[in-house]
T-cell receptor, first 112, second 112 residues
Framework: AQSVSQHNHHVILSEAASLELGCNYS??????LFWYVQYPGQHLQLLLK??????LVKGIKGFEAEFIKSKFSFNLRKPSVQWSDTAEYFC??????????FGTGTRLQVFP | EADIYQTPRYLVIGTGKKITLECSQT?????MYWYQQDPGMELHLIHY???????EKGDLSSESTVSRIRTEHFPLTLESARPSHTSQYLC???????????FGSGTRLTVV
């Protein structure tokens, strides 16, 4: 069965620092990949997605992610974080005919 | 504007009470989902629906039930709430899981 691992559970950064959050999935083949973000008190929203083509995907608010098939990874990056990026970030992969499998999430805190 | 709505946003209720969590979407999506989210844990699928009159149980065993009488409406019911049901419940809809989901704002349920 598919599983999604997010090894960074809690990340603390200062503003302007660079960010990379890890995401690994267990089952290969054709994959669609997603990153969702949940800002404090708000609902989960789509940050970016990979379907096919260029493995470097750009999303909202300056985020990007790189799909590396050989490493089963889809890491999220941002060159310079802002205080407003404080949130929880979830990686997700479709599985079977009916569901998305989510990682446990990474809590990002950015201090001014 | 197309969206997905969940009510109530917060609910504190006594043990043994019957409750219904509402979820409605105006996205025109056929597929709808209920996930349970606890702090520091991955999201767990508890119910999903492919369309009207279709309901399926997800991976996580749940004592809740769902119905899908109208395309836009997917309520979740607990016949007799218990403290173990305390959690956040997220509703989502989609054209299909490979396209990702649109989430509602969630219902944070506390059973005392």
């Amino acid at each position: 069965a598919q599983s999604v691992s997010q090894h960074n559970h809690h990340v603390i950064l200062s503003e302007a620092a660079s960010l990379e959050l890890g995401c690994n999935y267990s089952y290969g083949g054709t994959v669609n990949l997603f990153w969702y973000v949940q800002y404090p008190g708000q609902h989960l929203q789509l940050l970016l997605k990979y379907f096919s083509g260029d493995p470097l995907v750009k999303g909202i608010k300056g985020f990007e992610a790189e799909f590396i098939k050989s490493k089963f990874s889809f890491n999220l990056r941002k060159p310079s974080v802002q205080w407003s990026d404080t949130a929880e970030y979830f990686c997700a992969v479709p599985w079977g005919t009916d569901k998305l499998i989510f990682g446990t999430g990474t809590r990002l805190q950015v201090f001014p | 504007e197309a969206d997905i709505y969940q009510t109530p946003r917060y609910l504190v209720i006594g043990t043994g009470k019957k409750i219904t969590l509402e979820c409605s979407q105006t996205m025109g999506h056929d597929k709808m989902y209920w996930y349970q989210q606890d702090p520091g844990m991955e999201l767990h699928l508890i119910h999903y629906s492919y369309g009207v009159n279709s309901t399926e149980k997800g991976d996580l065993s749940s004592e809740s039930t769902v119905s899908r009488i109208r395309t836009e409406h997917f309520p979740l019911t607990l016949e007799s709430a218990r403290p173990s049901h305390t959690s956040q419940y997220l509703c989502a809809s989609s054209y299909g899981h490979i396209y990702g989901y649109t989430f509602g704002s969630g219902t944070r349920l506390t059973v005392v």
